[in-house]
Structures are given as structure tokens and as C-alpha cells.
């Protein structure tokens, strides 16, 4: 059994409850052992582009508690992983920055070490578990619903440090996808931003920019889609209603999942145990295709 520090960030413990809840319900089922990680704080993304090294020291704080516990890190959410592994790739070579880190976390009794592998989810789901044995493990098979994959921006890029899919041809996701039994496929701009981090400065064009994205996937024909970042899932599933109310344009509906939830339904969970409760989307309309109430 794999074993990893469980680093939840931000935005998924305080707005996101619904892929914490999947991910503890469906990863331990599918054998990774998931350990706490109460004493990691932010990884510092919001800030990046305010106060770079107040980012770089939130990060290589949570590596060096990791390093400490001798484990890998999982880190959910797009964001904080490009941030990890950026700063651990930034302090690798940039001695006077790693020297200036090394005394501030001295301050408080840490000691720096990026030395700590970070992985993604889809890594964890794709890598680690394997496609096939999630196969083996499908009992409610997603069969005949076209699900549109989606990234998301951060997990692509930057090309500079490791990604947990290469930016060019993104093939781990749908591999997940067609292991649980759906279709997928191609749609323009799959690897495109959500429109998130433009949110706070302007909702008109952040609204636009996902609005562009449901079009598209209903235009190529998908009936649902996905991603594993709270970011983009904010954007395409909680912002949905506001959306057509922004652009007057009520066909911008699209049923949209976390990868854990939909890995949960094809392994026979119920979708309280999937926190699809919490979603605020259409999934009723994939759940009845599959013959289940999104109450049990």
C-alpha cells in the first residue's frame, strides 16, 4: 500500500468539502493509505505574484514538514502542487534565495529540506493505483456518457518543472476516464485557463473564459465533464448559474464532477460518500442515467 502526506491547501477544506470527502472515501478503497497533515498551512499561490518570496517561504515550509515525516506529499489541488514543486525546483538552484528561506524558517524551529517527492492526484490515480486495476474494480461502468476532461491550466504548466501531464498531449485523464467505462474525446482549448485566478479583477471576462469552455464541450457533443482542481471546478460547477446570468444564456448547463467523485460511482460508493450532494451543477442528470438517487 502506498502511503501519503494528504496536503489539502486552501480553498478545498474551506469552499471545496466535496473533494476531501471523495478522495478519503475512494483512494483508501483502492489501497493508498492517506495520512494527516495538520501542521501545513497555504502553500503560498495566492500571494505569488504579490510577494514572491513570502509564496516561496509558505512552500518550503510544507516541504520541509513533509521531508521531516519521511512521506510524499499528495497534493490535490492544481495550484498547490505547481507551487511546490516549483519552489523545490527554484531552491535547488538559487543559493542565496535557499539561504534567505533557510534563516526565516529558522525563526520558528524548522529546518529547511525540499527533498520530498510531490504528486498530483491523477498521478496518484494513473501511476500509482494503475488504470487497470481501477478497471478491475468498475461494478457501475459510466457507459455510454461522453465526459470531457479537464485539466486545468496548473496542471500542464509551467513545462520548466515536472507536470503531472506533459502540456502537448494530456492522456492520463481520459485514460482514468475510459478505465471507469465513459467516452471522451477532443475539444478545443482542453488544456485553456478556467478563468479563476481572473476572477477577483474582473468577473465579466472570467465568466466569458468558462462560458467558452461549456460551449465547447456541449458543441463536441459531451454530456459532463470533469477536473481535479477546486479552482476550475469553483468556476464550472459553483459559478454556473451566475454565468447565465452574466451572458443571458441559459443552455450554459453541463453536469461537472471531480475525477474522485466519478471514480467513487463506477467503484459502487453512494454519492454521499461522494460529497456529490455538495455539487452544484446538474449531476442528477448522470446519476439517473446510472440509476441512482443522489440521496442514498
Known sequence: MSKFLLFLGCTIPTKQYAYEISVRNVLPRLGIELVDFPEAGCCGFPLKGINKKGWVYMSARILSLAAKKGLPILALCNGCDTSLRKVKDM??????????IAELLSREGVKLNFN????????????FIGVEKIKNLVVRPLKGIKIASYP???MLRPSDIPRPEPSGEPKKFDAILSALGAEVGYYPDKGGCCGATMLPYSPKHAFRLTAAKIRNMKDFGFQ??????????EMLDSKQEAIRAELGDDTLSIPVFYIT???????????KELGLNLNLSPVEEVLERLGVSLYE
Open 152 to 154: 486545468g491550466c496548473h
Open 224 to 233: 459532463a465533464t470533469t477536473t481535479s482542481c477546486p479552482y476550475c471546478m
Open 116 to 127: 520530498v517527492d510531490v504528486y498530483h492526484t491523477i498521478e496518484v490515480l494513473h501511476d
Open 91 to 100: 531552491l535547488k538552484h538559487d543559493e542565496v534565495l535557499k539561504d534567505e
Open 261 to 271: 467523485q466519478l471514480v467513487g460511482l463506477a467503484i459502487g460508493l453512494k454519492p
